[in-house]
């Protein structure tokens, strides 16, 4: 029997994928907690509006979906609500800076006129072109920015998208984990510019030549008015989304895939809290609230410093390396006001960190996806990476909510109170990929590897933060596994 440790989306997408490989079946997930989705969490309102406590949308990605693809699997197809990219909440990201919002630059023709940054483009391009080409083997994204285009766009636009990403500080999270593009782009043509537009080039001749194949007797299909013939995926691609949501909120997610695997056989047992784990040569021990249980196989989603607790006796220098990966606390809170205030239309707003504000962002929840014409939905991000330096280590949720407000009423001028709220803390809920992440998750898997562990690794301490990655990671420790038991 296989064991999964944390019921979270990448642990219940483990079970699922695993279900396709009776070598790892029969399967029981362990979940501290007393409920499954881990960090997806909606709460729904009295009024019908949901709030939101974790990731609101999900990133549609070129090549890999694998959230999108799990909803058609699920036949959750129509509660799809699709962003596509010429939405206000695709086209508008807002940066609060000098006590005024701007657009953060989405295209090149919008790079061109930006006002947030006090130069032109042409000065950020000759900066790249003239910079040199790091000579490490990974660097922060604050000081490859900083480097390739200067420190105003470290500060103003980088900066914000690692607050709005990870939560985080960009002097410590690694370029290589956020934006790996920009790093083999330099190191393969010198410089980012080039060899973005180089990498542009390509994928358009491709896409010609894609579009070329597809066409009937010289005429081009329209591919678009085809829709109604085409799977979630083919949509997705078709109409350029942006992003997605779920009617009902994103935790329909994983309460559909926790519906789905237990229908196959698959056991969730929640508030069973993994205490202790040894693996011998023919099985692996758990001590689950104070008993001791077996199992062939292992597969963790838990947080890898979480993970590192359990492992510390028997296998130390794997769990040093699990704990090298830190985490941030979010607090966030939702707020609901009586009418249709919003100042523009958007995404949200980001704040960077060199503000000094214990606020990371507002998105605008009630653009993203429109619940009620009538009010307004905010969700107000503080703290991460600085939240003890802001909130201490015990704040009260009526001083959370008394910042929020104040806040929001200074950067989007919204002087009423909300109607409704909610106030969360999510201890340790994000972790940091720091400068090395990548060769530190090489050294874990050969550790892993070279003594022989039935352990697979899934969730967001590895491969990436979002929804999407989590999931991706959930197929690898499957395959991980079956390779063990080959």
């Known amino acids: 029997m296989t064991a999964i440790l944390g019921a979270g989306i990448s642990g219940l997408s483990a079970a699922y994928y695993a279900l396709q490989n009776s070598k ?6 362990l979940e501290a907690s007393n409920r499954v989705g881990g960090w997806l969490r909606s709460i729904k309102q009295p009024d019908g509006t949901i709030f939101e406590q974790g990731p609101r949308s999900i990133r549609a990605k ?13 036949g959750l197809s129509d509660k799809v609500i699709p962003i596509k990219f010429n939405h206000p909440a695709a086209e508008n990201r807002l940066i609060y800076s000098d006590n005024q919002l701007h657009f953060l630059p989405n295209s090149w023709k919008s790079l061109m006129k930006n006002t947030l940054l006090n130069r032109s483009f042409l000065s950020i391009m000759w900066n790249d072109f003239k910079a040199p080409k790091g000579s490490e083997d990974d660097e922060s994204a604050y000081s490859f920015i900083e480097r390739r285009f200067g420190q105003d766009v470290a500060d103003k636009i980088i900066s914000s998208m690692v607050c709005g990403i990870y939560a985080g500080d960009a002097h410590k999270i690694s370029i290589k984990s956020l934006i790996k593009i920009f790093f083999e782009t330099e190191q393969k043509h010198g410089s980012v510019i080039k060899g973005l537009i180089i990498e542009y080039l390509k994928m358009v001749n491709e896409k010609k030549k894609k579009l070329k194949s597809i066409s009937t007797d010289g005429n081009q299909i329209n591919v678009e008015s085809q829709n109604t013939l085409l799977n979630i995926l083919q949509k997705c691609e078709a109409e350029k989304w942006s992003t997605w949501g779920v009617q009902g909120g994103i935790e329909q997610l994983p309460l559909a895939l926790a519906s789905n695997i237990t229908k196959r056989g698959v056991i969730i ?9 040894k693996f011998n040569k023919d099985h692996v021990e758990l001590i689950v609230n104070g008993e001791i249980k077996r199992y062939s196989h292992i597969i963790s989603s838990l947080p ?38 919003l100042p523009i239309n958007a995404f949200g707003v980001l704040i960077p960190p060199k503000e000094g504000l214990p606020i990371l962002g507002i998105m605008f929840d009630s653009c993203i996806f429109p619940q009620n014409s009538k009010t307004t939905v905010l969700t107000v991000m503080m703290g991460g990476a600085w939240f003890e330096k802001y909130f201490g280590n015990c704040p009260s949720e009526e001083h959370l909510l008394t910042i929020a407000v104040n806040h929001v009423n200074e950067i989007l001028h919204i002087k009423e109170d909300p109607m409704a709220f909610s106030v969360s803390i999510l201890k340790d809920c994000i972790p940091q990929h720091i400068v090395g992440h990548m060769q530190r998750l ?9 003594h022989k562990i039935p352990l697979g690794l899934c969730g967001s301490s590895y491969q990436g ?21 080959l």
Request: net charge negative.
């Open 304 to 341: 890898a410093k979480n993970l590192a607790d359990l492992m510390e006796e028997q296998h130390s220098e794997l769990s040093t390396e699990l704990r090298g990966i830190p985490t941030v606390t979010v607090g966030v809170v939702n707020l609901q006001f009586s009418e249709n205030i």
């Open 442 to 450: 090489t050294r874990i898997h050969n550790y892993i590897s070279m």
């Open 269 to 277: 047992k929640t508030e069973h809290n993994c205490e202790k784990l």
């Open 465 to 485: 933060v979002a929804v999407n990655d989590v999931i991706l990671s959930a197929k690898q420790a499957v395959s991980d596994i079956n390779s063990h038991t």
């Open 24 to 29: 790892v079946t029969p399967i029981v997930i």
């Open 62 to 74: 070129n090549g890999e979906n694998s959230a999108l693809e799990l909803m058609e699997q699920l």
